[in-house]
């Protein structure tokens, strides 16, 4: 059974940092891994994504310069740093995984997804 899991997140003032985790296990191999988000009465949102072999990353205009996605692939993980934090950074962030080539920007690119976790930004 393939799983995602989530850890990090939590509640930081503008400004701040946070990092999120998304580690992989089951006996599958993800071509890619993505970040999205969710904030209240809106849609999903991609946030960054990185190809698992080539190192290939993607971020979503909002987020690029702040944030930066990295894999370790000995731990089978995903981190998400997020920095320079803004309060429309708040909102449920989601990794999920992706089983075919290639680094997908929309929900639908993706099979399989974590557990969401919380990120708020306090102003």
């Known amino acids: 059974q393939v799983q995602l899991v989530q850890s990090g997140g939590g509640l930081v003032q503008a400004g701040g940092s946070l990092r999120l985790s998304c580690t992989a296990s089951g006996r599958f191999s993800f071509h890619a891994v993505g970040w999205f988000r969710q904030a209240p009465g809106e849609d999903r949102e991609f946030v960054s994504a990185i190809s698992w072999s080539g190192g290939s990353t993607a971020y979503a205009d909002s987020v690029k310069g702040r944030f930066t996605i990295s894999r370790d692939n000995a731990e089978n993980a995903v981190h998400l740093q997020m920095n320079s934090l803004k309060p429309e950074d708040t909102a449920v962030y989601y990794c999920?995984?992706?089983?075919?080539?290639?680094?997908?920007?929309?929900?639908?690119?993706?099979?399989?997804w974590g557990q969401g976790t919380q990120v708020t930004v306090s102003s």
């Open positions: 999920a995984g992706r089983g075919w080539e290639g680094i997908g920007r929309e929900v639908y690119d993706y099979q399989f």
